[in-house]
């Protein structure tokens, strides 16, 4: 399959080569990487009624925030369609969304719930749920050009907040810039070309709050800086 790079970096032509408009959400049956293509072919056997497929971005694609996150869970985003809904890391996301006033609605857990972001807008590094939530290098590659459109798409991003070094690496890779001058940690801020600023942040995983390695008064400071960020 080939996909078009009109208007692209260079870091996000890998996989095109058509002068159209190119797509910033994969198509369903993209087949880049072999192994997750039958990792969704076997859990629409185990899993009929999930969505099993490449997860698209949410949020309207004027927002100043963009969040970037590791790859959908198998029983969160894979499930239900929608980045980080249906499971923990989700939970503690969008709460926090709400209590900085970047989405309006209740969250619940469903791709239906009504939940709406506000400036702001939600995508991962890799589209296909991995086995085991780990990707290998050669995907996070295959998957960076969708990456780097969904970044292009966005005329008014001021903040993209990478969750977890795997974001951070990618978000990094899909803008053309060199991971080693852009030291992953927890709450960093650096500047980026064009005026924007990567947030970087401990993924909100179950495990990362079970472990104490991130607690919900971290995160919140991440959004803090955030909001200082984009409203002065
Ligand atoms: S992870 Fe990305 S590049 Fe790989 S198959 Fe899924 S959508 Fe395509």
Redesign the pocket.
Known sequence: MEFPTTGLPAAANEAADSPADPPAD?PAD????PR??AFHRANRMAFPTFFNA?VPSFGPTDGRLLIVGLAPGLRGANQTGRPFTGDYAGDLLYSTLRDHGFSRGTYDRRADDGLELVDCRITNA???VPPENK?VGA?VS??RP?LARTIAGMPSLQVILALGSLAHGATLAALGQRKSAFKFGHCVVYALPEGRTLVSSYHCSRYNTNTGKLTTEMFHSVFGTIRALLDG
Do not use: D, G, I
Request: hydrophobic share 40%; net charge neutral.
């Open positions: 994969p993209c087949p880049l990487c997750l293509v490449p890799v589209r296909c990707p995907e295959a998957c969708f």
